[in-house]
T-cell receptor, first 115, second 115 residues
């Protein structure tokens, strides 16, 4: 396995701009998750995909946030009209099909700074 | 909602000594999974150890072991023969067995290892 990869690793943007992050899961992992982590806190769940279907969304995922996984492989997370409060580390994780080994493996994250 | 509490924001240990990190959780489910993740300064989250609630035997991975007390809803991590590379933020996490989605994380414990 090459591991979960995320791009970009860092993003600095001005308030009001749109940003998009990409996550490539471990190959053949059919489940993909997005989390947000702010300084001094544990990660907070945003959303979850099984294949291309988005099965769960957190209340944290306001209407400015949208996530997609069009072909059941990579996923994108878009934030529209960014606000300073969106500054955080955005983590992606994936897990395999087998429920008994449904352990989530995390990527390195994308650090977003909104000026 | 499930909550995970790590009451020790910071811990320190001398190299080669043993340290225990505490975690408690609140749930009404009988089937669930518990995890300890390590997040070194590079920020990629790494799985340390996992425990299935239906298993009475405590999980062990080399120098890492857990003390799982289901009735007390306690899940502590013991690190034996601590090494400098163990220095990191440690997160306790919970996942319900009835869902295949989100992890609930505690706020983390920053572990320092002194030479």
């Amino acid at each position: 396995d090459t591991g979960v990869s995320q791009d970009p690793r860092h993003k600095i943007t001005k308030r009001g701009q749109n940003v998009t992050f990409r996550c490539d899961p471990i190959s053949e992992h059919n489940r993909l998750y997005w989390y947000r982590q702010t300084l001094g806190q544990g990660p907070e769940f945003l959303t979850y995909f099984q294949n291309e279907a988005q099965l769960e969304k957190s209340r944290l995922l306001s209407d400015r946030f949208s996530a997609e996984r069009p072909k059941g492989s990579f996923s994108t997370l878009e934030i529209q009209r960014t606000e300073q409060g969106d500054s955080a580390m955005y983590l992606c994780a994936s897990s395999p099909r087998d429920r008994d080994t449904d352990t989530q493996y995390f990527g390195p994250g994308t650090r977003l700074t909104v000026l | 909602a499930q909550t995970v509490t790590q009451s020790q924001p910071e811990m320190s240990v001398q190299e080669a000594e043993t340290v225990t990190l505490s975690c408690t959780y609140d749930t009404s489910e009988s089937d669930y999974y518990l995890f300890w993740y390590k997040q070194p300064p590079s920020r990629q989250m790494i799985l340390v150890i996992r425990q299935e609630a239906y298993k009475q035997q405590n999980a062990t991975e080399n120098r890492f072991s857990v003390n799982f007390q289901k009735a007390a809803k306690s899940f502590s991590l013991k690190i034996s023969d601590s090494q400098l590379g163990d220095a990191a933020m440690y997160f306790c996490a919970y996942k319900g067995g009835s869902t295949l989605g989100r992890l609930y994380f505690g706020r983390g414990t920053q572990l320092t290892v002194w030479p």
